[in-house]
């Protein structure tokens, strides 16, 4: 059955939004920005330092004082401002607002944790997932996020309806692109550059591969 | 900030985030509106609040703004048109936020275009329009975001709290004037449900709403249709008695001549209705009405000057319409 498919029941696919998937993809030599690659390995040790030393220290490593930190939207906004820094000039605006999103996923998605369950709940997910989990859902987040945001043009001229299986196939595909993506996460020990490379490598396979099933 | 130019946008968010949208855009400074409502989480013994239209968030913005809104944690989009990005109809949004303030109980519903609009005359919801809904007792109202095509079902305890107001999806007097006499003449063992759909009704079948409650009586007794009896006797006929019906309802008409004057004496029953004093009726002609009446405590009421020719009756009760056709 096709992720792009919109009308329930009818199973028609989506050959319009196919379409414009793949004009997108075909434009970028690279799915995502090279500035994913640091990143991904700044959330993979991130990660790794929550697992060894509790989240409490990873954070004050990452973010120094956290008293200001009253909760999860303190708390999200600090780690994805404190993991993108330095990245690039052009801000990360959607680099932040994926990471962002990957915390709240991976805490349960609730609006307000006060911070020793937030990170409770952070510690709970790694020990089950790993730093795979966490960039797995990262990667899930971050190109479902830079198609609704290059493709908004696209996007907005859709009937509420249809915005609403439109938005719901892209994230299909993207969580499917990214499960597949990060198997190759299994031989990594270190996330070194050609890891990167080839985990970034897999996920535009993997989408290019989702747009061709029917 | 120009807050003139300031409307209110439907933000489509991933699913569970609307209360993560929701705050981060007050944290922004925007005015944010997620409307919710309260179900019993039978596993647990408590009570849990959760969006009213779920995936949706409520933003009050510029347009140019709209693009913005792409950063915030958990927004896929801005909903729109096929013309692009569009506001939220202003009255359409008062209306919902006055239902979820209000202490009534309300829950989302299907979304309604066609209906019966009404107005609440007092009360917490004091002047919201809407369309009416009925189910079983209770009588309620839906109000709708037609953008979206979500909508919300607020319980009004007493119908006497709503007035009828002018239709413009659905007016009766079009249903009227596509309504012939002979449509709804003489069909006795005609259901009403079945009339309905036999009804050259001018929107298909799936527009008209059930629960609306617009549905046609059937005359299932003409006194003049009996007159050869009469004449047998001898005996004059000294008026035209009809009975019209409908579901649960009978409308005993009489219509008498005397010295070229017409009347018609009613009187409206019901099996299971008490509260049909105040029923309003109206003698129509191609759906324009010509005279109205208002019953008693007995349901009763009268006609004066009657016009001869084809003529419908129509009774709004505050839960729906019928209409019958009569020759006076």
Partial sequence: MSDLQYKEGRKEPDFVLEMNLRQWMMARPRLLDPEVQPLLKRLHEFARHVQSAGFGRA???????????????????????????????????????????????????????????????????????????????????????????????????????????????????????????????????????????????????????????? | MNHARLSWYALHVRSRFEKIVASNLSRRGFEAFLPTYKIRDRLNERHLEIPLFPSYVFCRMQEAEARLMLMIPGVMHIVGTGAGVKPVDEVEMAAVKLVVQSPLHYRPCRFREAGRRVRVAEGALHNLEGILAESGNKIGIVVGISLLKVAVLVEIGDASQVVAVSNTRTPVSRLLTALKPSDLRNAPGQDAEGAIEMSPFPFPSSEVDRTIRCIPATIVFDSSRQASLADARGVPVPARSLLLRTEDFDIHLQIRCERGHREILGQILSRRRKDLAGARFHLLRNGEKLQAATADTLGEFNFTDVPEGDLNLQVDLPYLTIIGALSA
């Fill in chain 1, 59 to 214: 954070l004050k490593n990452l973010a120094g004082d956290i008293a200001d930190c009253s909760g999860t939207p303190d708390l999200t906004e600090l780690i994805g401002e404190r993991l993108c820094q330095g990245i690039s000039a052009s801000g990360n605006a959607i680099e932040r607002k994926s990471l962002q999103e990957t915390l709240y996923f991976c805490t349960g998605i609730v609006p307000e944790l006060p911070p020793p369950e937030f990170g409770k709940r952070l510690e709970s997910f790694l020990a089950l997932s790993g730093s795979k989990g966490l960039i797995r859902l990262f990667l899930s987040a971050h190109l479902s996020n830079l198609i609704f945001t290059n493709l908004y043009d696209f996007l907005k001229a859709s009937p509420p309806d249809v915005l609403r299986t439109r938005t719901e196939a892209i994230e299909r595909i993207c969580r499917k692109a990214a499960v597949a993506a990060v198997r190759s996460l299994n031989t990594w020990s270190e996330p070194d550059p050609s890891a990167v490379a080839t985990l970034l490598s897999d996920l535009k396979a993997e989408m290019t591969r989702m747009m061709e099933i029917r």
